[in-house]
């Protein structure tokens, strides 16, 4: 499965995240996002996405927001913590999309994406409680995140 990864604000590309997508045996697209320019984050994001067709989009953080505000058709969302009230003009996602969220993350409320599955219509079921931390990076939320992608093969 060829997946889209969108690393967070000053993440590093080939973080822990998108290595254990490629070491569960999946092509990982993991482009370096600008800090900086949110506009140009999207560019780069989208460019990858036209050219690379990926099955799925993986957005962690700042690049929840980046996944939700680039044109990805039909193409399904995992979105890890998604900071789409800080970055972007997006307040919905689409049906296909899936969230996973601690209730401890101590930089993006959880109660942001309670509001943002409100805002969609989804059922409650799109978001996914996991892990003690913004990172996500601890086994459970990994494997979490590894099944969610799955769903979409």
């Given at each position: ?12 590309v ?68 998604p ?29 942001d ?9 989804l ?30 093969q």
């Amino acid at each position: 499965m060829k997946i889209l990864f969108l690393h967070g604000w000053r993440s590093v590309v080939g973080g822990v995240k998108p290595t254990y997508l490629k070491d569960a045996g999946h092509e990982v697209i993991n482009p370096k996002l600008d800090d900086d320019d949110f506009d140009d984050a999207i560019k780069t994001a989208q460019a990858e996405y036209d050219q690379d067709q990926p099955d799925v989009i993986v957005g962690s953080s700042r690049g929840g927001a980046v996944a939700m505000n680039i044109e990805s058709n039909g193409t399904p969302l995992v979105l890890l913590c998604p900071a789409w009230r800080k970055w972007g003009t997006a307040t919905s996602i689409k049906s296909n999309t899936t969230i996973l969220h601690s209730r401890q993350d101590e930089v993006i409320p959880f109660a942001d994406s309670e509001e943002l599955v409100a805002n969609s219509g989804l059922p409650s079921s799109a978001l996914i409680e996991t892990g003690n931390d913004h990172g996500l990076a601890d086994p459970e939320p990994l494997q979490k995140m590894l099944e969610a992608v799955e769903v979409h093969q």
